[in-house]
């Protein structure tokens, strides 16, 4: 997503920073669930994830402990074609599914929290027309 401003300069997301307790486990489950590989530059307290093919924003893993508000001010949306497939993976990975008592019976997403509290929600792409 990039936005022209006014005097065609552009701004865009470059990277999403997650603060995170364990870089290393973090980086086993982020790469798994995005197809995400380490950037050169990534270092043993601030690692930074690159898509493996075509374009997207990086997401940075910041090794700084913190206390994740439930519920969470930000999370990730990820478009999934087959959901029930992708979330079987995530939880697989070791993530846990969270049961939210708002949630619409014909939700389209189903949220996750993986082992730190990060949250994030696995949109069923198909049902909404969605390409991933």
């Known amino acids: 997503m990039a936005i022209v401003q006014s005097g065609g300069c552009m701004i865009r997301v470059g990277s999403i920073v997650i603060r ?4 290393k486990r973090q980086l086993i489950i982020s790469s798994a669930t995005l197809d995400y590989v380490p950037r050169d ?20 893993l910041d090794m700084h ?3 994740a508000p439930i519920p969470p001010r930000i ?3 990820l478009y999934a074609e087959q959901q029930a497939e992708e979330v079987a993976r995530l939880l697989a990975l070791g993530t846990t ?3 939210w008592d708002k949630r619409p019976l014909d939700a389209d997403y ?23």
């Open 20 to 23: 995170v307790d364990g870089p």
């Open 75 to 77: 999370h990730l949306d």
């Open 41 to 60: 530059d990534s270092d043993a307290d601030f690692v930074m994830l690159r898509p493996r093919v075509g374009n997207g924003p990086n997401l940075s």
């Open 65 to 67: 402990a913190s206390q």
């Open 110 to 132: 189903v949220i996750l929290t993986d082992p730190e509290g990060n949250r994030s929600c696995v949109i069923d792409a198909a049902q909404n027309g969605q390409k991933c």
């Open 97 to 99: 599914e969270i049961h």
